[in-house]
């Protein structure tokens, strides 16, 4: 008897081995096996424009086993869900498919886009305070909250169909802030960036980024509070931020704006200049308006602090570009024009 588990163990091993060492053939079409019998329209729509070319599959129906139970968070609205899915696709699949078949990289987004999206109705309510927007999970799984919100603006009486457009352009920018975010992840974690990144803020990062101001985190080198966490969520909230800040990108746009000089000093005068969304990160990094005074005013080290940024953008985008063929600056006009289409802003 013993000799006969022996046999079987190594029987077993042996194919084992054999399954192993054996290379499979990548195919063209989904290997997702998906049971159509209960589709609604919604599912047919994510079939055909999803799983089928991209291998996606997409959960927002109920399902307990994709979701943290000590949180209470609802599955999202269905019609909210399709609004959410179509700009998804043309939005963010599209241009990241666009910008890397330029690049020469076509296989680039089927190979690292994440195969399974769930999407939930609100957000997430942590107890320190802070609401969780996106989760991704080893390269795989990405978790969408607060879907019930995606593209709601609310305007004033006074409000043109026009400012209307742009203030829906705003909020779908920042709903898809947290795919960008999630996605510069998988990036990261799939090729390391330079190891001399993780010494431009060295000993600024903090778990107490909560009680840290947008102003403050700007003149420490970060852009946003939550960007001090650690380094990795540095990186991806700045990759995220350049594909985030998109407005005027592509139209002409003369805006009033605090005069700096060649150091990055406050002249005290204003000047007119054509700058888009991200010129103005940069332009007003670390600088306040006193209600006192009436005029704006400089923080302290904010030259310092916009310094280390610049440090690490100077890696981010090469990481990129030679690591990926993804150019940022380029996904982000791509972007920018998609979500003109999808809201009806016509580009000049």
């Known amino acids: 008897m013993k000799k006969i588990y022996i046999l ?45 070319p991209y291998n996606i599959e997409v959960k927002y129906k109920w399902d307990d086993g994709e979701v943290i139970n000590t949180f209470h968070v609802i599955p999202p609205k269905v019609e909210k869900a399709k609004e959410f899915l179509e700009a ?22 089927q190979q690292y886009m ?7 109705g609100c957000p997430q309510y942590n107890s320190n305070g802070t609401v969780t927007l996106g989760l991704a999970e080893g390269g795989r799984k990405v978790t969408i909250f607060d879907i019930d919100n995606f593209a709601v603006v609310k305007s004033g009486p006074t409000s043109t169909a026009e400012d209307i457009k742009l203030l829906k352009k705003k909020s779908i920018e920042k709903s898809f802030h947290t795919l960008h975010h999630e996605f510069a992840h998988i990036m990261h974690q799939t090729k390391f960036y330079p190891d001399e990144y993780k010494e431009i803020c060295k000993g600024s990062y903090t778990g107490n980024w909560t009680d840290i ?15 001090m966490l650690n380094e990795n969520e540095d990186f991806v909230e700045i990759v995220a931020g350049i594909l985030t800040n998109t407005f005027y990108t592509n139209t002409s746009h003369l805006l009033e704006m605090p005069e700096r000089d060649e150091n990055g000093l406050l002249t005290g005068n204003t000047v007119s200049r054509e700058v888009s969304e991200w010129d103005l990160v940069l332009h007003y990094w670390g600088v306040v308006f006193n209600e006192d005074t009436e005029e704006y005013e400089l923080a302290p080290k904010a030259i310092e602090g916009l310094d280390k940024f610049k ?32 809201v009806g802003i016509e580009n000049s």
Do not use: H, M
Request: hydrophobic share 40%.
């Open 88 to 109: 998804y696709l043309t939005i963010w699949v599209k241009t990241y498919e666009a910008e890397a078949i330029a690049g020469g990289n076509p296989d680039y987004l």
């Open 114 to 120: 994440p195969k399974l999206l769930i999407l939930v």
């Open 213 to 227: 101001d947008a102003i403050t985190a700007n003149t420490r080198g970060f852009i946003t509070p939550y960007s």
């Open 311 to 342: 440090k690490k953008l100077n890696i981010i985008v090469p990481y990129y570009k030679n690591n990926w063929n993804i150019d940022l600056y380029s996904l982000q006009r791509r972007i920018e024009r998609a979500i003109d289409d999808f």
């Open 8 to 52: 079987l163990i190594i029987s077993s091993l042996l194919a084992v081995f054999s399954a192993c060492d054996k290379e499979d053939n990548l195919l063209d079409k989904s290997v997702i096996k998906v049971n159509r019998g209960y589709f609604n329209e919604l599912d047919e729509w994510i079939y055909k424009n999803l799983t089928i």
